[in-house]
């Protein structure tokens, strides 16, 4: 991968719940703003901003009604030139969400399409007549729970959407569609947005005969949760069709005029189906790569996902380390301190791969998810009993004290039982022995990493079990993910640089690593 972001670290910022700056409980870009010196400072490179374009918030802002406004709950398009222009002063580069595969329901473009069947958008959305005995069109569902389907009372026809019912899909073979995304992309890229992270960016193209999907292993128990229902079917007709490819070389061509970047949330969990978003110099510039925020802390099979991964994106892989959909690092490896232990050297194992790391907010304070009661996110709402994502998107505790610095007003989040005055950003920011201390020292050495950036290869080698190791360039990257300390053969004299934690050193050509931490180990060139 060439150009600007070659190299770059990644942050993520879930806007309403980073920074708010006008006391109505709610993040905004503003409150954004304000902490842009603190995440050049931390060492990253590229912001990735969730949407804040005027929305009914059905799922926090991925239900859009006006792809090129603001919500007055986030600020103003002012407000997006202002932060923009920040960012650039500073040397960091903005990425927006774009969210191209469904609308809103109170976009002005549905509420046209499902007037009549005669409206001039109708066919810019999906609308079939029932089955024969009046059922959905077909056995699609929708990532939420239920049917993919909704039957329109007024105009008799069922409409297709893969979330919510108030986020209907787009008919992307309409060539007006992809004309309209066409004029949103320059109207942001006129305003200085260095690229877009585009949004379940493997669904919008769909099966023409809109088939069946096939189920597994047959259909799943009647309590199955939306995301085992979901699972149990085979997704070969609903997602990750190829033609999908073309709206993105033709948004290439545009972005190629801004020298921008086109990430994409290519939500798919088999690292091999990346490929083709990302191969060639047409398609995405670089796609999310989402099994590594499936992996438990479990070296043989990080080793695994890293190796495919790599050998399927190389340095086209953008790494999430967490995310808005997904339990944060710190969970998923545990909890507690070991849990936050691990999701640093995690990071720092990311850190070494080709490609573009990417912190979730509050990752560089070695959250855990908040333990808020599940009660916002429209996946907990409705399906009783399912785990929501609202545990990942707890507010930022910035500062001790009521509202956490967050917020003066109330949050539309709790921050979560789990969060005190340790964890905040600024009783880190003075204690040299912090997690974010820590982060701030990976990305530093890192940036000085220059044969690592270099070097576009990755030669994993054979160590101890429990230990995923790689060398790229001069630089030997060492993950202990194992339960004991371990002793890594060293192929020559190295100089450790770096270590995640304590007790790491180098020895008679052997790197000494304990449980839970990444080492990097400079090599002879
Ligand atoms: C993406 C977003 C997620 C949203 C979904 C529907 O996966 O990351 O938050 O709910 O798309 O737009």
Redesign the pocket.
């Known amino acids: 991968m060439t150009g600007w972001w070659e190299g770059a670290v990644g942050y993520q910022i879930y806007v309403r719940s980073f920074a708010d700056a006008d006391g109505d409980g709610v993040g905004d870009l503003p409150g954004a703003r304000e902490r842009l010196p603190y995440l050049a400072d931390l060492g990253v490179d590229v912001i990735w901003l969730t949407p804040f374009y005027p929305s009914p918030q059905a ?2 802002g ?2 859009v009604s006006d792809y090129t406004g603001v919500d007055l709950v986030f600020g103003s398009v002012a407000d997006v030139d202002h932060l923009v222009a920040d960012a650039h002063r500073l040397g960091l580069r903005v990425l927006i969400d774009l ?1 191209p ?2 609308t809103s329901d109170r976009h002005p473009w549905f509420a046209d399409a499902r007037a009549s069947r005669d409206s001039d958008r109708r066919d810019w959305y999906v609308w079939r007549d029932p089955a024969p005995d009046g059922g959905p069109p077909n056995n699609w569902v929708s ?1 939420f729970g239920g049917p993919a389907w909704t039957f329109d009372e007024v105009t008799g026809q069922y409409y297709l959407h893969l ?1 919510l019912p108030e ?1 209907p899909d787009l008919n992307w073979d309409h060539p007006e569609v992809r004309s309209a995304f066409r004029r949103i992309l320059t109207f942001w890229f006129d305003r200085g947005v260095d690229g877009f992270r585009i ?2 960016a493997h669904a919008l193209v769909k099966d023409p005969g809109l088939r069946d999907d096939p189920w597994i292993d047959g259909p799943p128990a009647d309590d199955a949760s939306p995301q085992e229902v979901f699972a149990a079917l085979d997704h070969v007709h609903d997602l990750d069709q190829p033609a999908v490819l073309d709206i993105y070389r033709e948004w290439r061509q545009v972005a190629r005029r801004y020298d921008a970047v086109l990430v994409g ?1 290519v ?1 798919l969990l088999r690292p091999e189906a990346l490929t083709r978003y990302v191969e060639g110099r047409d398609g995405l510039h670089a796609a999310f790569c989402f099994p590594v925020l499936k992996v438990d802390w479990d070296g043989p099979r990080i080793r695994e996902i890293l190796q495919r991964s790599v050998a399927a994106g190389g340095d086209r892989l953008a790494w999430p380390l967490s ?3 997904d339990p944060r690092a710190a969970t998923r490896f545990g909890g507690g301190p070991t849990g936050s232990r691990r999701a640093l050297a995690y990071l720092a194992l990311l850190c070494a791969l080709p490609g573009v790391p990417f912190i979730y907010q509050g990752d560089e304070l070695g959250l855990e998810d908040g333990e808020v009661a599940a009660g916002a996110d429209p996946i907990a709402v409705r399906n009783p009993g399912a785990t929501g ?1 609202d545990g990942a998107r707890t507010p930022i505790p910035w500062a001790p004290g009521p509202g956490y610095g967050f917020t003066t007003g109330e949050p539309w989040l709790g921050f979560g039982a789990n969060r005190h005055d340790g964890l905040t950003m600024l009783a880190q920011d003075a204690d040299p022995g912090s997690h974010l201390n820590a982060v701030r020292r990976l990305l530093a050495c890192r940036r000085g990493l220059t044969g690592l950036h270099a070097a576009a290869t990755v030669q994993w080698l054979d160590t101890t079990p429990g230990v995923v190791a790689f060398r790229r360039g001069d630089v030997l990257a060492a993950c202990n993910a194992g339960d004991r300390s371990a002793v890594v053969t060293l192929p020559a004299d190295g100089e450790l640089v770096h270590a995640t934690g304590g007790d790491t050193r180098v020895e008679d050509r052997e790197l000494h690593l304990p449980a839970d931490v990444t080492a990097y180990v400079r090599l002879p060139s």
Request: proline share 0%.
């Open positions: 799922d926090h991925y239900d969210v595969n469904h990532h979330f986020q949004d379940v949330e939500y995310s808005h959909d994502r």
